[in-house]
């Protein structure tokens, strides 16, 4: 049984930071008694919001920094226990738009921490945040670990090289690692202000804001999700686990919806919201990936896990906070 206590104490650096999944992760980091440092560019696109960790703020290091500066990151992770690199260019659209910097951040940045962590700090345990986008248009569901793998956009084949550089560093230098491939996340601290990061954002953006829910295609598209703190709880075992060193795992949900039936869920739970079903734009449509949910059963066969917040629940817990801070992300940079 994983004892999340053994966190207390712990010298741990996320980057990322001040983004979504990584201040949810600080906070829990906080309240377990670890000693925390934020590292986050705060470039404005990419997600870094200091609202996100207004509470912890007097409690955490923040070191604003960007992870392709190899020569911050060689001193940030020295004298660390566990990195939680959750930094990333998460746009697929943007990858598309400016493959560069995509290629900088999610595969050169992510090779240049690994020297760091070789050079520094080789007792280091290290969680990489992964991406289900690499599958690419799914040839069976649920999709499993051994599916072939055949990204669609750039930013899948970054996060893919990003990936194997960990998986790599693990088998050949002993510097503990795993990744994780992620789903549909979303939670409170997510971005809103448009759907760079997740369609979900701009959806309960429109809906605050009295707007229809636009659903592209035929909204019959299939799709699951993962709450923040599932996603945590995930992130937290996979570092504390020896199990997880030098594997992949997916994330998932056993709840898939699809896109038209997850609007009417919306619709029920803020009265007086609506969607359209509109056509795909172009630049999207070429990108889409049709249906697509997770088969997580290795992760949940190896260290237990498995989420334990029901979409509905997880979208009154989201409409309910960006109700009262909306201010804070709607005109966020």
Not at 159 to 181: D, F, P, Q, S, T
Not at 211 to 234: E, H, M, S, T
Request: with cysteine.
């Amino acid at each position: 049984m994983i004892d999340y206590q053994d966190m207390r104490g712990k010298e741990v650096l996320i980057t990322g930071g001040v983004g979504f999944i990584g201040s949810n992760l600080a906070r829990r980091l906080v309240m377990l008694g670890a000693k925390v440092t934020l590292v986050d560019s705060l470039i404005p696109i990419y997600g870094g919001n200091l609202h996100n960790i207004e509470d912890i703020k007097d409690q955490v290091t923040l070191n604003i920094s960007d992870v392709r500066d190899a020569f911050s990151m060689a001193y940030l992770v020295q004298n660390k226990d566990y990195l939680f690199n959750l930094a990333g260019q998460t746009s697929h659209l943007d990858s598309m738009t400016n493959p560069q910097a995509d290629l900088d951040i999610n595969a050169a940045a992510q090779l240049s921490i690994l020297e760091a962590c070789r050079q520094h700090n080789q007792k280091i345990k290290i969680v990489f945040a992964s991406t289900r986008q690499l599958y690419g248009k799914p040839e069976y569901l649920p999709v499993d670990e051994v599916h072939p793998i055949r990204p669609v956009d750039v930013n899948g084949i970054n996060k893919l090289a990003g990936e194997w550089y960990h998986l790599l560093y693990n088998n050949v230098y002993g510097i503990r690692a795993c990744a994780l491939r992620l789903t549909n996340t979303y939670g409170p601290g997510m971005r809103v202000k448009d759907a760079r990061q997740t369609f979900l954002g701009i959806w309960i953006r429109n809906v605050i804001e009295g707007k229809p829910i636009l659903v592209f295609g035929d909204g019959l598209q299939l799709r699951d999700f993962n709450y923040v703190d599932d996603v945590v709880d995930a992130l937290l075992m996979a570092a504390l686990d020896a199990r997880a060193d030098g594997q992949v795992f997916n994330l998932g949900s056993k709840e898939v919806v699809n896109l038209k039936q997850l609007a009417q869920m919306f619709c029920e739970l803020f009265p007086g919201s609506s969607y359209e079903i509109v056509p795909f734009p172009p630049e999207r449509k070429i990108i889409d990936i049709g249906d697509y949910y997770s088969n997580y059963d290795k992760f949940q066969t190896t260290l237990g896990w498995e989420p334990k917040t029901d979409i509905r629940q997880g979208l009154v817990s989201c409409l309910s906070y960006y109700q009262k801070f909306h201010q804070a992300y709607w005109n966020a940079a």
